[in-house]
DNA sequence: CAAAGAAGTGAATCACGATTCATTTCTTTG
DNA sequence: CAAAGAAATGAATCGTGATTCACTTCTTTG
């Protein structure tokens, strides 16, 4: 008999794994999806091209799954930020203020994760990504607007122009690096929570 | 001697040209800037595929004529709702009504001059429509301020962020047709000015 | 109408980048 | 260490769709 699968094998095939998926990362975060190539992720991870197939399927099945990871990691960011206890409009605000500096932190890579057009496997990834994201602020908002804490409003449209704004103003084509800070942050925090607690709706 | 350029022959490129410039135009509303094809746009004209390179000389350049067209009809509509007289707010207003208007007209194509990822010489004439509807609603805002019709704040990133909001409302992922009607725009709206005219500003 | 030149045609070519696979190298086991 | 199997390699292939260009058709003019 010879090889079979072993404990130390299967760690190595990780650590690959995991090298493939930094690789990809970078990558997306220096110039989005639609520039990545297979060639550039498997130079950047240090194999060849070929062996990317043994770990991923296809191109779209990478990227698919480090889109669901990467994403994975900013709704646990912002879902703990609004678990945090407080007034809903305050958790609301501390959920938004997490959003925008990771959004800041990495913007293209934010870009590449809200915004930019994608294969369809990737973007049923967006999809849930964006309803989770959506249902996240519903219901804060929906819990505020029971408790008496906020006026009545439709809580799907209000996170989703929430997160429009956020995006536009953050990592839009007009948003310049330069003029991004803390203070960028409170700006457009606080244009959305005027949005969120005003008095006046139609009908 | 023999063939030289007439009037009539002048007129039936126009017409050509003015063809190839619709097929895009309906093409782009069918499925956006990336899946439309060169020989798509040529059997809809009517003509050969390689006649369109006899009026374009690259599909990157019949995209960014037809979008600098798009968006200049665009901007043309929302300049006019600004330059309604009342105060700066309804005049704001005006024209994000107009700007929703229109999107939900024709969503494919709001998405695609908004936001689906292009080509760098599209991205570039995406930047000028931008800026330009940018300064059209930041001129607005800044005569409010002056003449204390609306509180003081960074006219640009309000009206950066309004656009975010609209657009991710209407047209992002998350929009779903049947939802999207005149009740929609007044929500939505509603949220811009409340954000618009808000009282109390970071620092 | 014939000649000159313009415009149109569409099959062939080209560019680009994902994917394959025959071959090589590495790991494990007895 | 040798054999067996797993994993890696990267040059060659493949698919897609923009672009070209030799040829045909149409327009104009004298």
């Not at 094998?9 to 998926?21: H, V």
């Not at 639609?34 to 990478?62: C, D, H, N, P, W």
Request: charged share 25%; glycine share 6%; with cysteine.
């Amino acid at each position: 008999m010879a090889y079979r699968e072993t404990e130390r094998g299967k760690a190595r095939k990780e650590k690959t794994r995991q090298q493939i998926l930094q690789a990809t990362a970078e990558l997306v975060d220096a110039s989005g999806f639609r520039l990545v190539q297979m060639a550039q992720i498997a130079e950047r991870a240090g194999i060849a091209a070929g062996t990317l197939y043994r770990y991923f399927a296809s191109k779209e099945a990478l990227f698919a799954d480090y889109f669901r990871r990467a994403t994975e990691q900013e709704v646990r960011q912002v879902a703990a930020a609004l678990q945090e206890p407080g007034q809903s409009s305050e958790r609301v605000e501390a959920g938004l203020r997490v959003f925008a500096r990771r959004a800041l932190l990495k913007p293209r890579t934010a870009w590449a994760l809200i915004a930019e057009p994608v294969d369809p496997a990737v973007d049923e990834q967006r999809l849930r990504y964006r309803q989770r994201y959506a249902r996240l602020f519903e219901q804060v908002i929906s819990f505020g607007i029971d408790h008496g804490e906020l006026p009545h409003q439709d809580a799907r449209l209000t996170s989703t122009a929430m997160v429009g704004a956020l995006a536009e103003a953050l990592v839009g084509p007009l948003a310049e690096p330069p003029a991004q800070n803390e203070t960028t942050i409170d700006h457009i925090i606080a244009f959305c929570l005027a949005g969120l607690t005003r008095k006046e709706y139609p009908q």
